[in-house]
């Protein structure tokens, strides 16, 4: 099972840039570029929440469970 995030997506939807969303939760504009791109191992609970207070959203939209295709 792989992780998809729709980061992205959400910025979109509510019109938020990176360094805007960045700055309102408190990390770096590279963390959030790595967390939009996927190119993390994990996420604090804590920084997902002020992700979800910021974008007015569910964990559940910036996160989907996808399957491996079998081709890893």
């Known amino acids: 099972m792989g992780i998809i ?3 992205d997506v959400m910025m979109a939807l509510h019109k938020v840039k990176g360094r805007d969303l960045a700055a309102q939760i408190g990390i ?3 963390n959030l570029s790595l967390l939009k ?3 993390v191992k994990g996420i604090r609970f ?3 929440a002020k992700l979800c ?4 959203c569910q964990p ?3 996160l989907e469970a ?3 295709d079998g081709a890893d």
């Open 46 to 48: 804590e920084t997902l």
């Open 5 to 7: 995030v729709r980061l």
């Open 37 to 39: 791109s996927g190119k």
């Open 66 to 68: 996808v399957p491996h």
């Open 28 to 30: 770096t504009e590279q």
């Open 53 to 56: 207070a910021a974008l007015e």
């Open 60 to 62: 559940g939209d910036l």
